[in-house]
């Protein structure tokens, strides 16, 4: 997710009902495994995730995911020793 | 305080993936390079020497559509996905199409086949290339086979 996320920053995330296009999820892929994504597009049935860095490709991006996946929404990034980002 | 913390990954590829059919293009024209080879060899000398060249250029050939093989398999297999594929249905075809020449390339030594099997990678590799929006263009490499290859156009740096 370079630009905008950093290896050990940190992410405030909060379960919300209204997730919209392009905002930064925090969404469980399986396996008690999570990944950080921004939110490509929302229809009906799926949503669909991308990635910020566009010099690497993941399985999750455009890969479509049930509506009902647990996706939440990361709202501050901290980054050591003081840096904080409103997403 | 923090170490209860959930960690969440973005990527999920280890290592980054690079993909380049680059690869696949040069070894089918080694396999056009080899039958041409084979062919310069004088039938009618059956030296031992002569033998062991031939055998050393159809041990190789044999190799060099094996990469193909393998190049491009990987290439299908593990990059292309939904959206790929979806923008170029014909991509199974093609690479069926590569395997089935690449086997013949092996079993024979008639170049039509192995032409043939530069023209479909190159156009693997026109298809690879768009997919990540970059253009290419046909070039003649500078070496025999002297055949034409597809290759990005990228930015000099």
Known sequence: MLPTIKHNDYLLTLKINKIKK??????????????????????????????????????FCDKKFPLNTNVNRAFLIYRYPFNFEIL | MFKDFQIAEAHCDIPCKIYDPAISQVAALSVVRLIDLLHEIDENDNSLKSIAHRSRLVIEKEAQAKIVKNEVNIIWGDYFKAPQIEAHPNVHTLVHEIMMTASKCKQDVIRENAEELVKKVNEFATIFWSTKGIETENVVCPYPPELIVSRPKLDSV
Not at chain 1, 30 to 37: L, R, S, T
């Open chain 1, 22 to 59: 392009n905002n930064v999820v925090v969404a469980s892929s399986g396996d008690k495994k999570f990944i950080v994504k921004r939110i490509k597009d929302i229809s009906d049935k799926f949503i669909t995730f991308s990635s910020d860095n566009k010099k690497t490709e993941s399985e």
